[in-house]
């Protein structure tokens, strides 16, 4: 079995800044892509931010320079640091990684999700 299990979320201004986490434990041979998801209400689930395992980020357009994706490959973790909030962060943040077990299958996992909301 595997889990996903994030922290992090909660309440913060405009302008403020959280910081998301996420720890992956269970029968895991190595961790693929990382990556932070989020869903609005009435929204479909799109990606926020990704990572490759030897550490190459991507972004959404309307993040780029505001958050920052990093992860520890000994830790089993990824992290998302955000600044800049804005109410349209307002969202469920969910947490995904591809992970290989010890029978070498491979598929994604996903955290159960954190609110983070952005309010004044």
């Known amino acids: 079995q595997v889990q996903l299990v994030e922290s992090g979320g909660g309440l913060v201004q405009p302008g403020g800044s959280l910081r998301l986490s996420c720890a992956a434990s269970g029968n895991i041979f190595f961790i693929n892509d990382m990556g932070w998801y989020r869903q609005a209400p009435g929204k479909q689930r799109e990606l926020v931010a990704g990572i490759t395992r030897g550490g190459t980020a991507n972004y959404a357009d309307s993040v780029k320079a505001r958050f920052t994706i990093s992860r520890d490959n000994a830790k089993n973790t990824v992290n998302l640091q955000m600044n800049s909030l804005r109410p349209e962060d307002t969202a469920v943040y969910y947490c995904?990684?591809?992970?290989?077990?010890?029978?070498?299958?491979?598929?994604?996992?996903w955290g159960q999700g954190t609110q983070v909301t952005v309010s004044s």
């Open positions: 995904q990684a591809h992970i290989v077990d010890y029978t070498r299958r491979g598929r994604d996992h």
